[in-house]
Each structure stands twice: as C-alpha cells, then as structure tokens.
C-alpha cells in the first residue's frame, strides 16, 4: 500500500516533530503503540498522524538521508504490529506503506483519527496489562490524566461531522477522476496503483468510505471533496462573492457564487477576488530611488482568512461562506463563531487558541494541498500581512451566540486618496491563484479603451453590446487590445472568470475602474 500523500512531504525541511508526526530509528512496539493509541483518540481533532520508522529525529528534526530498515525487517515488524494493535479497545487497525527516500526503505504507520475514541492501550505489553488513554501533547504521547480523562470521556462515540459516514450516500458518489487529481497535486504513489485499483479499495486505503462491503458509506469530508456537487448533501457548502459598488446601503448588488468540491470553489473563489478586486499602486517619492508599492488589499491576508473559513465553518449548518465587499473593506463571514471556550475579548485581538479543531479531516486535506499549515497561525498570519502593506489592522468579530465569525479587513489608506488618480499596476491570474502575469502602465486610456468603460459603467457588457456601441460586426485588434489592456489595469473583469470564451460572458467595471472614471470626469 502507498499513502496518499508523497513521502517528500512528511520529511520535507521545514518539518518538524508534531502532533502529527512522530519519527522512530528502530522498531519500538510498546512506545509505538501507545502513540498509535494517542492518534487514534485524536484528542484535538488535528486528524490523527504518521509514525515514520527508519529515521533518527534531534529536537524532533528529522535527520537526512534516512538510516533506513531492510526489507526482511520490515516484513517482521508488519507481523509484530498486527499482534500489538490487537490489544487497542476499541479494536483499532492503522494503515501501512512501505516507502522509499533516499535509496532507503522506510515504514509508515497512518493512523487517521478514529471512529469509536477514545483509545486504550496496555501501559506495558507484559502480563499483567494495566490499560491507559494516550493522548498528544505536542511533539509528545502521554498518559490523559485529571481534566484531560474527563474531557476523553466526553469525546466517547462524537466524531467531528466532517469524518462521519454519510448514510445518505453511496460509494458511486465519489468521483475517481477527483481523487486521482488530489493524488497527483500531493504526489503521492498511490496515484499509479489507483489505475488498477477497485474504487472501494482505493477509498478504503485513503479512509474516504467505511463499513461493511454490502454498506460501504462515504464519509463527509470525502463528498466535500471528491464529489461533482458537494451541496446536493450539504446545501449552501459554497462561498458567494458579493460586491456592493454603493456600498451595502446602496441598490446594487453583484454576485458570484461558486460551488463544487471545496478546493476547487476555494481556488476560483480566490482567482475571481484576485483578478477583480486586487490592485497594487506604485508611488514615486521625490528624492528616493525607490517607489513606494502596496496594495488596497493584501492578497496574503484574504487568502488565509477565506481559507480559515473554508477550515472551521460548519457544514451542517446551512449556511454559505461570504466574502463582502464595499468601497472600503472585505469582510469574510462564516459560520459558526469560534468555540465558547475562546473568550470575547480574546477574539476581538485575534489570541485564539483551539483547544479542539472542527474539522479535522478538511484540515488535513488544505494542509496537503499547501493552503494552511493549521496550528492556529492563520490569524498572526493576517495580521502580519496587513501590517507589511501598511493596512489596517484587520478586525475580527463574532455575536455572543456565537452564530458567526467576521475577519474585515480595511482598504489602504492610500487608496481612499483621490490624489492619486489611477492604478497604475494590476497583478492577474491565468490558471491557478499562483501564477501571475504583471505589467505596469502609464496614467492613461485610449479612446477605445474610455469607450469600453463608460459601456460597463451602468450594466456589465456582453460581445453584442460592445459591437453595438462600436457598429462593427466582428471584434476588431483594436477592440481586443483595449479590453486585454483594461484586464491587466484591473479596471475591468469577466463576470464568468473561469470560462472566458463563454456565450454568457460579460465584462464588467471593478472597483478601479469606477474610481478610475469618477476621477477622469
């Protein structure tokens, strides 16, 4: 069996002895043991872990090139292991990949948070066995002891609804074409064995579905992400866009709603707000080599907040993600507010420490498709990148029912300037949130292009009202040129940013460029 995540990424540099990872030299059943106790309770909902045998760790560091274990030891110790877990209550089985880095075989034990937790194992694999709940605490497995049993006992037969089985559902509810793609985006090996695999078996190695084979039932997370329309089963489990150009007092209202498995709502959700709604100023300053550059938003922090969004919101609440947008903020809605655990004045400074995670398995996913780290650093992560581009700071809100969780984060300063007539530089996004096309322009537009903007301004224009207002009967290079222009200013968008050939298609004003033509009259 392969994992379905690359070996690469849990020895990756940057990564460390967690919660999550725990790394062995040699074959240890009694220590490994109790830590598959502790990930299989799952005590923080962080999604369970990995056990990496064959690799020495200082200061949970692990050291390269591995040391390694040879094949005839690997087949021994997958023989001990089975012996071992037997004694887990409830019964409890991990899965096994033998892995290859560096020239050296490794073995790793996946131990995804369990279904029927807490977990018990023998404190020694002696005689008398003497029964014990492991739990994580940080880089470490320990004895649950005092409040900690207490909260144990709390967490008998509750799993985060993400990782429940979705009785309303079917294995051909989940679509292999999805899942072969998360494969190859996390290079994992299990992508070349999916081609031959049975469909359930597949799902079973990645813990997508459980149960019997005559009720084999996906779980949540799996139709969250491996399903064409995920909202079929959890309705409103989408993010809408919404803009309001007068701001929210005002008449109108443009929207853009995006479904579909979360990663890929989340990509375009960010691409959409990227391409119509980022801009970047450059200023000269007299005397200074130097131009002084910032953004009216920055990228960084709306990016982390939507995806903490997509992390913690609930999804049996029938609710959507918002992202609100006025002339002078972007406010990112969720639903439910933080846990009551988290004090009032603690959420207002963004010190927000869970103590437990929502969606254990959703986490797990963004983490291995590199869009959070988790570990609570996504709020000190906006607050950071509205303090490197000179924003305000950002502000975090939620009611004392605690029914939903604000991040807003204000405009430049600069940008409620009208001194500054234009935006002079506009970063784009072709195909994904990370490639970016740049050009910086000069302070004007062509008659061609003024034309275009004036056309957008009461309505979003479509091909037959351009050719209209133009009287021309196909697109001409001058026309194509000026829209193409407008684009990369950032002074107009598509209305269907992810299909642009669309007969639908319509090109609408940006915030930019209605600045733009307030300023130019």
């Given at each position: 069996m392969h994992l379905p995540i690359s070996i690469s990424n849990l020895l990756h540099d940057s990564v460390v002895e967690s919660d999550r990872i725990e790394f062995k030299t040699d074959w240890n059943p009694e220590a490994i043991l109790h830590t598959i106790c502790a990930f299989a309770t799952d005590f923080h909902n962080f999604?369970?872990?990995?056990?990496?045998?064959?690799?020495?760790?200082?200061?949970?560091?692990?050291?390269?090139?591995?040391?390694?274990?040879?094949?005839?030891?690997?087949?021994?110790?997958q023989k001990e292991l089975l012996r071992v877990c037997s004694f887990l209550k409830p019964a409890y089985t991990p899965i096994i990949s033998i892995e290859e880095h560096q020239n050296k075989h490794?073995?790793?034990?996946?131990?995804?948070?369990?279904?029927?937790?807490?977990?018990?194992a023998p404190k020694a694999l002696g005689k008398d066995?003497?029964?014990?709940?492991?739990i994580r605490k940080f880089s470490s497995t320990v004895v649950a002891k005092?409040?900690?049993?207490?909260?144990?006992?709390?967490?008998?037969?509750t799993v985060p609804f993400d990782d429940r089985l979705n009785h309303h559902a079917t294995l051909q509810d989940i679509k292999l074409p999805l899942?072969?793609?998360?494969?190859?985006?996390?290079?994992?090996?299990?992508?070349?064995?999916?081609?031959?695999?049975?469909?359930?078996?597949?799902?079973?190695?990645?813990?997508?579905?459980?149960g019997s084979n005559e009720y084999l039932k996906p779980r949540n997370f799996g139709l969250l992400f491996f399903n064409d329309q995920p909202d079929k089963f959890f309705p409103y489990a989408q993010i809408d866009v919404v803009y309001f150009p007068d701001n929210e007092g005002g008449d109108i209202i443009q929207e853009e709603i995006f479904k579909g498995p979360l990663d890929h709502?989340?990509?375009?959700?960010?691409?959409?707000?990227?391409?119509?709604?980022?801009?970047?100023?450059?200023?000269k300053i007299p005397g200074q080599a130097e131009a002084k550059r910032f953004f009216n938003y920055p990228y960084e922090a709306i990016e982390e907040a939507l995806v903490n969004a997509v992390y913690h919101r609930g999804y049996d609440i029938r609710e959507p993600i918002e992202v609100r947008i006025n002339r002078s903020s972007i406010s990112i809605v969720s639903h439910p507010g933080p846990d009551p655990s988290i004090k009032l004045e603690n959420v207002k400074t963004g010190h927000m420490i869970n103590r437990r995670y929502r969606n254990r398995r959703i986490g797990e996913m963004l983490k291995e498709l590199g869009f959070t780290e988790g570990r609570g650093t996504g709020v000190p992560k906006i607050q950071t990148a509205c303090k490197e581009n000179?924003?305000?700071?950002?502000?975090?809100?939620?009611?004392?029912?605690?029914?939903?969780?604000?991040?807003?984060?204000?405009?430049?300063?600069?940008?409620?300037?009208?001194?500054?007539?234009?935006?002079?530089?506009?970063?784009?996004?072709?195909?994904?949130?990370?490639?970016?096309?740049?050009?910086?322009?000069?302070?004007?537009?062509?008659?061609t292009e003024l034309k275009l903007l004036q056309l957008c301004l009461k309505k979003p224009a479509s091909r037959k009202d351009i050719l209209i207002k133009f009287d021309h009967q196909i697109f001409s290079g001058n026309i194509r040129k000026a829209l193409k222009r407008l684009k990369i200013l950032g002074l107009i968008s598509l209305t269907i940013a992810d299909t642009p050939s669309s007969k639908n298609q319509r090109y609408r004003l940006t915030p930019a460029g209605e600045k733009f033509l307030k300023n130019y009259d």
């Open positions: 999604g369970g872990g990995y056990i990496v045998i064959g690799i020495e760790e200082i200061n949970g560091k692990p050291i390269l090139p591995p040391r390694g274990i040879s094949l005839s030891q690997i087949d021994k110790i490794l073995l790793v034990i996946w131990v995804p948070g369990g279904q029927t937790r807490p977990y018990s066995k003497e029964y014990k709940y492991f005092n409040d900690e049993l207490k909260e144990l006992v709390e967490l008998t037969a899942i072969q793609s998360f494969l190859k985006e996390v290079g994992s090996k299990l992508l070349a064995e999916s081609h031959n695999m049975q469909l359930s078996d597949l799902c079973r190695q990645m813990a997508i579905v459980d709502q989340l990509r375009s959700a960010l691409r959409h707000i990227r391409n119509s709604f980022i801009s970047e100023r450059i200023l000179g924003s305000p700071d950002p502000i975090f809100f939620t009611d004392d029912g605690r029914l939903s969780f604000w991040t807003t984060i204000g405009i430049h300063p600069e940008f409620l300037n009208d001194r500054v007539p234009t935006i002079v530089h506009q970063t784009t996004v072709e195909d994904t949130v990370e490639d970016t096309v740049e050009d910086t322009v000069e302070d004007t537009v062509t008659e």
